[in-house]
């Protein structure tokens, strides 16, 4: 009696032929940005100091100053701030909790992670901006009681203009996560080089022209005046090119050529 071995190939399941999709992906790095103890504090670390910029302007800002658009220009500092923290934390955490191993293993395309890791950034830093929003909202409703203007007056630019703003930091930070994956180091030189390179090219007659080009805490700071100039987009884009979309190149060939032990 003879034994016929099928030579035919097996077929694979179609979840293992299928990569997993960028929305998916984009909402786990979103989860995990408060999975761990760190970005959990942090998260409500900035919700309360956002609380507290309200505060601030309702029991000491001068009445006149008590407006929709001072709360929440003033509300987003807290966010500005931390924020890209939060973003350095989501890519130098995969290697600082050696979590890269088993990520890169159900998902081994890593651009496809890096992604869905910017996608997460960009989608926290709207959720803060809008939230932002909402609780200006409530302090300006508050601010006639104690006296305060109340005026809900707010130009249309300075929406969008004030979520890129949000947007540009926190992906800053991810760029330098991702460039340096280490997170005390990413979270030193993230707050220390712009801030010595403004030191700088405030102090050093030489280089005024070039930091009103690349000094980013400078040609960030129109976005939060409304309707910005033709040059003034000019510079952000430039000192942006420098500070985020440099960096993020260069970690984002690093993180794709890194071994992973």
Known sequence: MTAT????????????????????????????????????????????????????????????????TAFYTFGLTPSAVLLPVLGILSVTSEWSQRTALSTFTLVPARARI?????????????????????????????????GGDGSWSLDASLIWQTLLFQVIFVLMGNAFGALLLNTPLAIVIFFALPTVWSVLGGSIRALADAAEWLDLNVTSQATMEADMTSGEWARLAVSAGVWVLLPLLLGGWRVLRREVS
Do not use: C, H, Q, Y
Not at 22 to 40: F, I, N, Q, S, W
Not at 119 to 144: D, E, F, K, W
């Open 5 to 68: 071995v099928s030579t035919a190939p097996t077929a694979l399941p179609e979840t293992a032929a299928t990569p997993v999709p960028l929305t998916r992906l984009t909402l786990v790095e979103l989860r995990k940005l408060a999975d761990t103890r760190a970005g959990m504090w942090l998260l409500i670390v900035i919700g309360l100091a956002t609380v507290a910029t309200s505060a601030i302007l309702l029991g000491w800002a001068p009445d006149e100053e008590m407006t929709f």
């Open 114 to 146: 890096l992604l869905a890791k910017l996608g997460a950034g960009v989608l926290i830093a709207i959720g803060a901006t809008v939230t932002t929003a909402i609780l200006a909202a409530g302090a300006n409703a508050l601010a006639p009681a104690v």
